[in-house]
Nanobody, 125 residues
Framework: QVQLVESGGGLVQAGGSLRLSCAAS?????????MGWFRQVPGKEREFVVA????????IYADSVKGRFTISRDNAKNTVYLQMNSLKPEDTAVYYC?????????????????WGQGTQVTVSS
């Protein structure tokens, strides 16, 4: 089992940048998991943002963030990162990282087994 803790959220002006981190702990290694980032605003379903395969060789992005967000992972540090540039007010949400073992890579929330508690990202206009 793995525990996930997100950090790095905050308030930023439109056009700014933030880097989120997702640290994994427990009796496992993050390299055992494909990882994803999702986001959610109140009253809406959780939305896929980006995912990365176990070795980092494959990534998939939601169209809404392509060219602006970059996912990466450092398996030696048991950490996954989400670099967010050119932020827009519509990026405002709680961001969650998630881990799964069954698929090489997936953008479907129901495929993920473990979730962090989330970190708030607020982009002001």
């Amino acid at each position: 089992q793995v525990q996930l803790v997100e950090s790095g959220g905050g308030l930023v002006q439109a056009g700014g940048s933030l880097r989120l981190s997702c640290a994994a702990s427990g009796r496992t290694f993050i390299s055992d998991y494909a990882m994803g980032w999702f986001r959610q605003v109140p009253g809406k379903e959780r939305e896929f943002v980006v995912a990365i395969s176990r070795n980092g060789g494959t990534t998939i992005y939601a169209d809404s963030v392509k060219g602006r967000f970059t996912i990466s992972r450092d398996n030696a540090k048991n950490t996954v990162y989400l670099q967010m540039n050119s932020l827009k007010p519509e990026d405002t949400a709680v961001y969650y990282c998630a881990a799964e073992t069954k698929y090489a890579i997936t953008g479907r929330a129901e495929h993920y087994d473990y979730w962090g508690q989330g970190t708030q990202v607020t982009v002001s206009s």
